[in-house]
């Protein structure tokens, strides 16, 4: 997009540098991750290496990258201060220590070392539900996108201190004393992780981002459609996760078909859109419609798998070969395309929207690289058709390692045209972005309260 849509109250957003800060730091657990999957695919890595991966991806790219996000947005859709900068510096201070220690400690096999990162992950985290779940409440009444938001919370807050209690249990039995086993609740915590907390998310983003990027009206069908999706997409992900812990086989597939109901639901609304948009080729929409496509896959894929073993680990990702297709087509093409627009629009606001009709000042889409940024789109959706078409279809081992390859490539191009837009048009570059988070928290708010920095409610 080149303009800045009506409506947002970009005057209620933090300092530039706190979101950026999470958006860097979640780019270089990106750039980590790439590396441990080249590295995983041509070697063996020590220790739970697959177990660190997967949480380096999770937590350090995808959690990372929505708690900045949220940080930024909700202020700016629901027109709210945001509660306090100053937890927003400490949340990520606290998640980014305590994944670097779980990682080590996984790799190292140094378990007893878990519940020490973990507490630090559980904190951080916890800190960030409270700090933007305190923003949510003075948006009340909550639209479609803020509902998800607070969803997402809920999932957040109950899936880390489940994650602690697994840490801790690999060194001291937790579960013994319970009628949970581990796998029940890993299970949960997994179920609650992946559609509680990062699918919420990216439906309740979605719907005001397709919007805003196709520059289409929803019709009486649409909300139809979305109110479909609130009944059953929300009230399936805690049925399905219930379900799952208790191993029950009816719950377990009262949810799944309920989850599966609502995501179909809300697919069809953001094709509808896509369909119907009014403006020229961007990031954001090619990668959606990945993200369409994927969704549907996914669905097609999985409603037999959960029918069938909704209580199995294997099928924990939907169906067992598919859950590429759900991660990486889903998961890392939304998070790509949304910061293609998020970066340089927050970027565009500090620096250049106060110099708008005095002098010429580049558009939104202006400040990344248009080359490098189709180059990545291609890299990545040809990798990622290999990674997801290979285990599917039982393809040659080879497809799968290019695909990674590929992908990977993609991703890093990615990484270095979002850091050279900061680099180039942020203020003071990716060092102001580091030295702003400390910065940005000085003199706000009331002080000498143990809320830190509490700031006043305006009228929304």
């Known amino acids: 997009m080149n303009r800045i849509p009506g409506g947002l109250r970009t005057d209620q957003q933090p300092p530039m540098a706190i979101p950026l800060g999470h958006f860097v730091l979640g780019l ?55 509660y306090s900068r100053r937890l927003a510096v400490v949340q990520l201070v606290l998640v980014a220590a305590g994944l670097i220690g779980f990682g080590a400690a996984l790799l190292a096999g140094a378990l007893s070392v878990l519940p020490v990162a973990g507490a630090a992950l559980l904190l951080g985290i916890w800190t960030f539900v409270y700090n933007v779940g305190r923003t949510l409440w003075r948006a009340r009444p909550l639209d479609f996108t803020e509902r998800h938001f607070a969803v997402a919370l809920g999932a957040f807050a109950l899936v880390v201190p489940l994650g602690f209690l697994l840490a801790v249990d690999f060194t001291t039995p937790v579960f013994d004393a319970t009628a949970l086993t581990r796998g029940d609740v890993l299970l949960v915590h997994a179920t609650l992780a992946l559609l509680g907390a990062i699918t919420a998310t990216i439906v309740g983003a979605l719907a005001q981002l397709a919007t805003m990027f196709t520059q289409t009206d929803r019709t009486a069908v649409d909300e139809r459609l979305l109110g479909l999706e609130q009944l059953t997409f929300p009230v399936g992900v805690v049925v399905l996760a219930v379900g799952r812990g208790l191993e029950s086989l009816p719950l377990a597939r009262v949810g799944a078909v309920a989850v599966l109901v609502g995501l179909a639901a809300f697919t069809v609304v953001v094709a509808r859109q896509l369909l119907g948009e009014t403006v020229d080729r961007s990031p954001m929409i090619d990668r959606y419609w990945v993200v369409v496509a994927s969704l549907w896959a996914w669905l097609a894929l999985t409603a037999p798998a959960w029918w069938l073993e ?83 279809f039982d393809l040659p081992e080879a497809v799968a390692t290019a695909g990674t390859a590929l992908a990977a490539l993609g991703l890093c ?48």
């Open 28 to 82: 270089a657990f990106l750039v980590v991750g790439i590396g441990a999957a080249i590295a995983m695919a041509v070697t063996t890595l020590p220790g739970l290496a697959s177990l660190a991966h997967v949480h380096v991806l999770l937590i350090g790219w995808i959690a990372i990258t929505i708690m900045g996000a949220m940080t930024q947005f909700v202020p700016v859709w629901s027109g709210v201060s945001l």
């Open 310 to 392: 909704p209580l199995e680990y294997g099928t924990l990702f939907g169906h067992p070969d598919g859950g590429a297709v759900l991660v990486v087509g889903v998961f890392a093409f939304v998070v790509v395309g949304s910061l293609y627009h998020i970066v340089p629009f927050i970027i565009w606001h500090e620096r250049y929207s106060d110099r708008l009709g005095f002098e010429q000042v580049p558009m939104i889409d202006d400040l990344y690289d248009d080359r490098l940024e189709r180059a990545d789109f291609g890299l990545t959706a040809v990798g990622f058709l290999g990674i997801a078409a290979a285990p599917l």
């Open 413 to 460: 191009l990615f990484v270095a045209n979002v850091l050279l837009t900061i680099h180039r048009h942020g203020p003071n570059g990716l060092a102001g972005v580091l030295t702003g988070v400390r910065e940005s928290t000085a003199g706000a708010g009331t002080g000498g309260d143990p809320e830190l920095d509490v700031d006043p409610a305006p009228e929304r």
